[in-house]
């Protein structure tokens, strides 16, 4: 859907309404396309059902507890990913 920014103004619910539901809305000024509305889908967070799940899969157990020090060192993460040379 596209359409000028005046009626936008007019009928916003409506296209906040279509965004939600997928549709892509064009908002544009003089012919030519200036936003877009899209869907916001909720990002971020931590899904901790999710997380236990694949914690089992894996079989993880325990909290971290008995786990090598080093783990809880910051720079332990470069080493693991090579971003420090040794």
């Not at 009626?7 to 309404?17: C, D, N, P, Q, T």
């Not at 279509?18 to 544009?28: D, L």
Request: proline letters at 5%; one cysteine or more.
């Amino acid at each position: 859907m596209e359409m000028p920014i005046r009626e936008a103004k007019a009928r916003l619910s409506e296209l906040v309404s279509a965004a939600r539901k997928g549709e892509r809305v064009i908002i544009t000024r003089h012919g030519q396309p200036r936003a877009e509305l899209v869907r916001c889908d909720r990002r971020g967070g931590i899904d901790f059902d999710k997380l236990e799940e694949a914690r089992q899969r894996l079989g993880i157990e325990g909290d971290g507890d008995g786990w090598p020090e080093e783990f809880n060192d910051p720079a332990f993460s470069r080493k693991v990913l090579g971003l420090d040379e040794e």
